[in-house]
T-cell receptor, first 114, second 117 residues
Framework: DSGVTQTPKHLITATGQRVTLRCSPR?????VYWYQQSLDQGLQFLIQ???????AKGNILERFSAQQFPDLHSELNLSSLELGDSALYFC?????????????FGAGSRLTVL | AQKITQTQPGMFVQEKEAVTLDCTYD???????LFWYKQPSSGEMIFLIY??????QNATEGRYSLNFQKARKSANLVISASQLGDSAMYFC??????????????FGQGTILTVHP
């Protein structure tokens, strides 16, 4: 157990729907990252939050949004889902936003869009 | 341009042998960090080893060592005495200390390692 908790582990939904993925970072970690892993795109950085504030943004679609709450958990909202959104979504956390701080990954949420 | 390049889609090694997984990177930042992660078939991402750009010595963690050649911008992972449990996907990643990519890790495409008995 890495200490980073992601729910749900698996999610099957239909095109056009909206889903929310949840992440609880490791105790004491202030920074949360979201990554998308798909066969064709590999591991793509989506967005990073540090202590509730957005720190960096990657290739995140406008249909996707995220936030980090005061208790430091984070949610990734995916809307108007398309088949191509099917992927493994990882949340990772670290104690700060930079330096040698290692990103600790959760087990991932596997999203299947039918 | 690709920031992290792993040129070996797949590698095979005999159990108990050593194997090197290649990684080259591209950055103009003077301060950066290089990471290796392992992803077994179960899907989780497991941190293996870290090398800072200013570190004078190559990083080692048990059977893992990082062959860091700064001038060549390479950060190869060496796994000694391979075990069957080492069969997995291996990712090289970089964190740049400055600029818009501050904080995040950029990953390579990965190398699938298969250890044969």
């Amino acid at each position: 157990d890495s200490g980073v908790t992601q729910t749900p582990k698996h999610l099957i939904t239909a095109t056009g729907q909206r889903v929310t993925l949840r992440c609880s970072p490791r105790s004491g970690d202030l920074s949360v990252y979201w990554y998308q892993q798909s066969l064709d795109q590999g591991l793509q950085f989506l967005i990073q939050y540090y202590n509730g504030e957005e720190r960096a943004k990657g290739n995140i679609l406008e249909r996707f949004s995220a936030q980090q709450f005061p208790d430091l958990h984070s949610e990734l909202n995916l809307s108007s889902l398309e088949l191509g959104d099917s992927a493994l979504y990882f949340c990772a956390s670290s104690s700060s936003g930079a330096g040698a701080n290692v990103l600790t990954f959760g087990a991932g949420s596997r999203l299947t869009v039918l | 341009a690709q920031k992290i390049t792993q040129t070996q889609p797949g590698m095979f090694v005999q159990e108990k042998e050593a194997v090197t997984l290649d990684c080259t990177y591209d950055t103009s930042d003077p301060s950066y960090g290089l990471f290796w992660y392992k992803q077994p078939s179960s899907g989780e991402m497991i941190f293996l080893i870290y090398q800072g750009s200013y570190d004078q010595q190559n990083a080692t963690e048990g059977r893992y060592s990082l062959n860091f050649q700064k001038a060549r911008k390479s950060a190869n992972l060496v796994i000694s005495a391979s075990q069957l449990g080492d069969s997995a996907m291996y990712f090289c990643a970089m964190r740049e200390a400055f600029g818009t990519s501050y904080g995040k890790l950029t990953f390579g495409q990965g190398t699938i390692l298969t250890v044969h008995p």
